[in-house]
């Protein structure tokens, strides 16, 4: 290999994180140059299709791996191009198990059951966009019609078949018994072994990712809460929620961390 090993490799949230409520990186442009210009790879990390992905990776520059679905699968660069993997059941699969336990044990109406105009209602995402977030390869979000014992019970009947339930903002995801951490594991190691990964995230989503990096942002949300990691070195917290904070906190680790000189 002649190229040289980043000195930096970044994974991101999006939604609070890099993107505002609008879907837009306002704010982020500079950084986001910078990352170019430093040619440091950016990974999303995010709980929403790859479909979601496609338009917006485009739109950024070098994005080398995804991980996608909250960790449910991944793209990583291969010989031939990306590659992507998805774990657990599959979709289908997955969907033919959620109605086999019936709305007694899983009082969960998905995505799928939903339907396009339903998730539109509750996303109030335009019509485009709801087909996009609707391409579900590996897990499936929803809403979840029971206390806190019904999703005792719930999460009981999915454990057995390798799958998890967790809260990812009005949705409860039911997915395989992966994080986005094990993505950034995966990628990591592909990548750029042994270099030094930076994370950034606002949410509970986020948490083990945050934990495991070499330094992690975290992410201040909208209402003046943020995520509190056991861990206190490295770590920093972005000045403003959304792009508005990604943008100079990401600049703040590049100047700590100025790029190796050319040999
Ligand atoms: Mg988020």
């Not at 330094?215 to 490295?234: H, S, Y």
């Amino acid at each position: 290999m002649t190229a040289a090993a980043p000195p930096l490799l970044v994974f991101t949230d999006l939604d609070g994180t890099l993107l505002d409520d609008a879907y837009r990186f306002a704010g982020a442009e500079a950084a986001l140059a910078r990352l170019a210009e430093q040619r440091i790879p950016l990974i999303l990390a995010t709980s929403k299709t790859r479909a979601e992905l496609t338009a917006l990776s485009a739109q950024l520059p070098g994005v080398p791996g995804l991980i996608f679905e909250n960790g449910a699968g991944i793209t990583c660069p291969g010989p031939d191009g990306p590659e992507t993997t998805l774990f657990g059941l599959g979709y289908r699969a997955l969907l033919a198990l959620l109605e086999g336990l019936g709305p007694a044990a899983a009082p969960f109406e998905g995505f799928a059951t939903l339907g396009a105009e339903r998730v539109q209602a509750l996303t109030g995402l335009a019509p485009s966009a709801v087909t996009l977030a609707m391409a579900r390869e590996a897990s499936e979000p929803g809403l979840f019609h029971g206390d806190a014992e019904a999703l005792a019970r719930f999460r009981a009947a999915l454990a057995p078949h390798g799958l998890r339930a967790i809260h990812g903002g009005r949705f409860l995801h039911v997915m395989p018994k992966r994080d986005k951490v094990d993505g950034l594991r995966t990628l990591a190691a592909q990548l750029a072994p042994g270099a030094p990964t930076l994370a950034l995230g606002d949410g509970e989503n986020d948490r083990a990712m945050l934990e495991a990096a070499t330094f992690a942002v975290v992410m201040p949300r909208k209402d003046g809460t943020r995520l509190a990691l056991e861990r206190t070195e490295g770590v920093t917290i972005a000045p403003a929620p959304g792009p508005k904070g990604w943008g100079p906190a990401v600049l703040a680790q590049l100047s700590a961390r100025p790029p190796r000189s050319p040999d």
